[in-house]
């Protein structure tokens, strides 16, 4: 059998989550005895200094005898982060730039600029 005959059998039904930098890709397989797993795979995209990029690849299996203790787990550390810090998302960078205008504004004066820009023309003065 060929590599792609035997992934052709292998996969069964797949979907894929792309979210910025990072793909989730879920797909149903097959064992060689005809049973059923899951695999979740994330890549990620890394950018290298010459401008050429790599992706990093993590993968879970998942197989039926786990599924009723996975879901259950999930969804409680799912539902344990949406309580504790509500669904709008505060990633890194946002934290960084929030930082940086707090600091900005607490140390000028009311009324100066808040990292933004007005088009002002002279003949406005």
Request: aromatic share 14%; net charge negative; proline share 0%.
């Given at each position: 059998?060929?590599d792609?005959?035997?992934?052709?059998?292998?996969?069964?039904?797949?979907?894929?989550?792309?979210?910025?930098?990072?793909?989730?890709?879920?797909?149903?397989?097959?064992?060689?005895?005809?049973?059923?797993?899951?695999t979740?795979?994330?890549?990620k995209?890394?950018?290298?200094?010459?401008?050429?990029?790599?992706?990093?690849?993590?993968?879970?299996?998942?197989?039926?005898?786990?599924?009723?203790?996975?879901?259950?787990i999930?969804?409680?550390?799912?539902?344990?982060?949406?309580?504790?810090?509500?669904?709008?998302?505060?990633?890194?960078?946002?934290?960084?730039?929030?930082?940086?205008?707090?600091?900005?504004?607490?140390?000028?004066?009311?009324?100066?600029?808040?990292?933004?820009?007005?088009?002002?023309s002279?003949?406005?003065?």
């Amino acid at each position: 059998m060929s590599d792609n005959e035997l992934m052709e059998k292998e996969e069964i039904f797949s979907k894929v989550l792309r979210a910025g930098r990072r793909t989730y890709f879920f797909d149903v397989r097959a064992t060689k005895a005809g049973d059923y797993y899951l695999t979740i795979t994330e890549s990620k995209k890394f950018t290298n200094d010459d401008g050429s990029f790599h992706y990093k690849k993590h993968k879970i299996y998942l197989y039926k005898e786990d599924f009723a203790g996975f879901t259950e787990i999930l969804n409680e550390m799912t539902d344990y982060i949406i309580n504790e810090k509500g669904e709008e998302v505060i990633s890194e960078r946002h934290q960084k730039d929030f930082q940086k205008n707090y600091n900005q504004d607490s140390h000028e004066t009311v009324g100066a600029s808040t990292g933004s820009f007005t088009d002002v023309s002279f003949d406005d003065i």
